[in-house]
């Protein structure tokens, strides 16, 4: 058994995951757009910490969408997030975890 076999898993893990972020980052900017018709269902704001903020917190602003049968949920800036509205239907356009628009 080699002296080092823990650096070697390490190094392995790293490149692992360093694959798995490169497919994630190619995906989302050169993958497929989908358009499928949808609702929105739900809203949601959620609080988080941050030491970038003066205050230590941040909000993040989440849309849930109904399409078919399934839900689909995509974080949102702060100022698209008052565009979107429980109950609304219409023709979504998303590229991985973007949204692209919503008519």
């Keep these: 058994m080699p002296e080092n076999l823990s650096g070697y898993i390490a190094v392995a893990v790293v490149i692992i995951w360093f694959v ?16 499928v018709r949808a609702t929105v269902v739900n809203k949601q704001v959620t609080e988080s910490f941050s030491k970038h903020s003066g205050t230590g ?21 702060e100022f698209s997030y008052g565009g979107y509205h429980k ?10 975890d973007r949204i692209i628009d919503f008519q």
């Design 20 to 35: 798995g972020m490169l497919v994630w980052f190619f995906r989302r900017q050169y993958g497929p757009t989908t358009t």
């Design 57 to 77: 917190k941040s909000n993040q602003y989440y849309v849930t969408f109904l399409i078919g049968k399934k839900r689909r949920s995509f974080r949102v800036s």
């Design 87 to 96: 109950g609304e239907t219409g023709t979504l356009k998303y590229k991985g």
